[in-house]
Nanobody, 127 residues
């Protein structure tokens, strides 16, 4: 079992930046894909980004390409989501997710494919 803890959310003005972190603990000795999802009030949970075990491959939703970057520090068991040029429509609770896999692909967009979830961190972008 892996435990995931997010941090870094907050309130920011449109055009600003935030960096979210998610640290894994527990059974971290296995190949592990990590991703980010978000959920706005009244909406379904939406895929944002995922990164392969090696960190060499990433997968992002079109709406954040060019603004968000996902990366990971394997030594720290931590994945990051750097969010730039934030827009009010980015406002949501952001969740970290993980699954025991090596590679990312189209499967990464489906929240049902992930076994582990963090508690979420609120990101609010004011206009």
């Amino acid at each position: 079992q892996v435990q995931l803890v997010e941090s870094g959310g907050g309130l920011v003005q449109a055009g600003g930046s935030l960096r979210l972190s998610c640290t894994a603990s527990g059974r971290t000795d296995r190949p592990y894909v990590m991703g980010w999802f978000r959920q706005a009030p009244g909406k379904e949970r939406e895929f944002v980004a995922a990164i392969s075990w090696s960190g060499g491959s990433t997968y992002l939703v079109d709406s954040v390409k060019g603004r968000f970057t996902i990366s990971r520090d394997k030594a720290k068991n931590t994945v990051y989501l750097q969010m730039n040029s934030l827009k009010p429509e980015d406002t949501a609770v952001y969740y970290c997710a993980g699954d025991v896999r090596l590679y990312v692909g189209s499967w990464a967009r489906d929240p049902n494919e992930y076994d582990d979830w963090g508690q979420g961190t609120q990101v609010t972008v004011s206009s």
